[in-house]
């Protein structure tokens, strides 16, 4: 069986005359160009598909010399599409995301989803909701491989070649679908007992702007969170002040657990160090509940396989914890 696919038909009258040969180019040429035009990196593109660089560049030449036209401009630094590649790729790109799409549907049905499901997710949505689930996953999924990215931005996941990213709250592009991950998340006010050695324990909200608070980020260069604390059925800011601030949780964690200040956290994401004693919770009764982590992916007419079987397992495996 033949896996050629004829890129464009010259007209009846042509076709009879034999004045024009159509250009053929097998599929796989097709999946590399789609690739490398997705990317915009030939090391990448090979990578997600399994084969060297050196064998990228060298379907892609072929494939420009079967339609003769350059499809890319390269440089030792960057790659770029042409006009004539820029045109290709609109064409052929939601030709293959649909093939790719008919084909996971099918898998579905037969209850057996395949291929690799790329994530883009924060470390403390990973650690917090993924991480514990990973294995039974797999164990359920044996043909279904699972890439993750851990990062403190709010990638663009479609052009980043992401199927799906986690983050916190449901504000995504409105070309995106946002399904909950999880409950609300609880933060806390935490402090290593070392701290306290020659301190005295805040007592209250307004005792904090007395003490080293070790301050976070959205990303970097982003906006400070913000020690907010519920008090009276009433929402009120602490403006803290300290020497330390960082764009990750985990580092703010870490800094606590070194006795370098006190840290406002999620308590699930501190779960483990506030049960072996690590860390102890202080202001208890002003914690406050905040947004809930959400599954975000591109709205799609068909879901690939992979991802509903990743979507739908990783929120009924978060449900059932908190039943």
């Known amino acids: 069986m033949s896996n050629k696919v004829i890129i464009e ?32 990196n030939f090391a990448r593109a090979a990578a997600e598909m399994g084969i060297t660089p050196t064998a990228a560049s060298r379907t892609i030449k072929n494939v420009e010399a079967q339609l003769n036209v350059r499809l890319f401009n390269r440089t030792t630094r960057s790659v770029s599409l042409t006009e004539a590649g820029a045109s290709l790729n609109a064409a052929l790109a939601p030709a293959l995301a649909q093939i790719r799409n008919s084909l996971s549907q099918a898998l579905l049905a037969t209850d057996q989803p395949s291929g690799t499901v790329r994530v883009n ?6 650690r917090i ?4 689930h990973l294995a039974p996953f797999l164990e359920k999924f044996p043909l279904i491989n699972v890439e993750i ?30 399904v909950q ?22 007592q209250t909200m307004d005792d904090l702007l007395n003490h080293n608070c070790i301050r976070q980020r959205y990303s970097v260069g982003g906006r400070l969170y913000e020690w907010k604390f519920e008090d009276q059925g009433q929402m009120v800011q602490i ?25 406002f956290v999620l308590e699930d994401f501190a779960k483990q160090e506030l049960a072996n004693g690590m860390l102890r919770q202080i202001l208890r009764q002003h914690s406050v509940l ?24 990783m929120r009924a495996a978060n449900e059932t914890d908190n039943t």
């Open 9 to 40: 038909q010259p007209p009846l009258a042509e076709r009879i005359e034999g004045a024009i040969a159509p250009p053929q180019v097998h599929l796989p040429g097709l999946l590399t160009f789609e690739a490398v035009a997705r990317h915009l």
């Open 121 to 126: 997710s924060s470390y403390v949505a990973y």
């Open 129 to 132: 909701l993924i991480e514990p």
């Open 149 to 178: 990215s851990l990062d403190n931005q709010l990638s663009d996941i479609v052009n980043a070649g992401f199927d799906i990213g986690i983050r916190m709250g449901k504000k995504v592009q409105n070309d995106m679908i946002a």
């Open 181 to 202: 991950l999880g409950p609300l998340q609880k933060r806390i006010v935490v402090a290593a007992p070392d701290y306290f050695r020659e301190r005295s324990e805040p």
């Open 239 to 263: 403006d803290v002040q300290g020497r330390f601030i960082f764009d990750e949780m985990r580092s703010v964690l870490d800094a606590a657990i070194q006795g370098h200040g006190i840290a």
């Open 290 to 313: 905040d947004d809930a982590f959400h599954l975000y992916y591109p709205h799609r007419k068909y879901m690939p396989g992979k991802l509903r079987a990743f979507v739908d397992f």
